[in-house]
């Protein structure tokens, strides 16, 4: 059975940073590209970012660029966002997703119907 478990959330102030984990079972995460996403109360699920299975890619949402950075280790399979600069705005629940394919599927990267597996998502809250 594929399991994605997210960990990492919590509630900070404005700056802060923190530090999600996708952890992968049930699958060889070498074989996977893995994005990010996340939904705000009564917003759409939006996709932040994506990296393909040998790390040699990467995209970031223009709302994240610059602040956000993705990375994984195959070997603890595992993948972590790095969030710097924490802004109210970014108060989601976030959520990991396999594709099943070793690149992330380019500009569509962001399109959570074309992932496989999703996590059950971690919250982040920013606040003051």
């Known amino acids: 059975q594929v399991r994605l478990v997210e960990s990492g959330g919590g509630l900070v102030q404005p700056g802060d940073s923190l530090r999600l984990s996708c952890v992968a079972s049930?699958?060889?995460?070498?074989?996977?590209?893995i994005a990010w996403f996340r939904q705000a109360p009564g917003k759409e699920r939006e996709g932040i970012s994506c990296?393909?299975?040998?790390?040699?890619?990467?995209y970031y949402a223009p709302s994240v660029e610059g602040r956000f950075t993705v990375s994984r280790d195959n070997a603890k399979n595992t993948v972590y966002l790095q969030m710097d600069s924490l802004k109210p705005e970014d108060t989601a629940i976030y959520y990991c997703?396999?594709?099943?394919?070793?690149?992330?599927?380019?500009?569509?990267?962001?399109?959570?119907?074309?992932?496989?597996?999703w996590g059950q998502g971690t919250q982040v809250t920013v606040s003051s």
């Open positions: 997703a396999a594709i099943t394919s070793v690149s992330c599927p380019g500009i569509y990267y962001n399109e959570y119907e074309r992932y496989d597996y």
């Open positions: 049930g699958l060889a995460l070498d074989y996977y590209a």
């Open positions: 990296i393909s299975s040998s790390s040699s890619s990467s």
